[in-house]
């Protein structure tokens, strides 16, 4: 079974996310911001990483290219999941090395079509 890190510091929308992908048959942890998501990494050894971009602490694009430029985790695929929709926000998220970007508020089908795709490839 494959396991997902949630990155999200809205207990709303983490739980809404983390239902989805349980739902789908997916093993899933989850974290309030980027300073948790990186001790979690440690642990739990994610085969990707869904997170939103905006949190205290340490924000996603931090976490993102911490992640990318860690030998351990480099090839873990990345999901931002934000309410920044505008192109720029989307650019600038692929640019810190995500590989893939939906805008909240989002489909169901797209989030989950876009984690199992990731995961497959």
């Not at 983490?14 to 990494?41: F, N, P, Y």
Request: proline residues 5%.
């Amino acid at each position: 079974m494959s396991k997902v890190l949630i990155v999200e510091d809205s207990l709303a929308q983490r739980q809404m996310i983390s239902d989805l992908l349980k739902g789908s048959g997916l093993k899933v942890i989850v974290a309030c911001d980027g300073v948790e998501a990186l001790e979690h990494l440690e642990k739990f050894n994610p085969d990707i990483v869904v997170m939103d971009i905006v949190m205290p602490r340490m924000n996603g694009y931090e976490l993102c290219r911490r992640l990318k430029a860690d030998p351990k985790t480099q090839n873990v695929p990345v999901v931002m999941c934000s309410s920044k929709g505008e192109e720029f926000d989307r650019y600038w998220g692929m640019k810190q090395g995500a590989d893939a970007y939906i805008a909240k508020p989002f489909q169901p089908v797209e989030l989950i079509g876009t984690v199992k795709q990731l995961l497959r490839a």
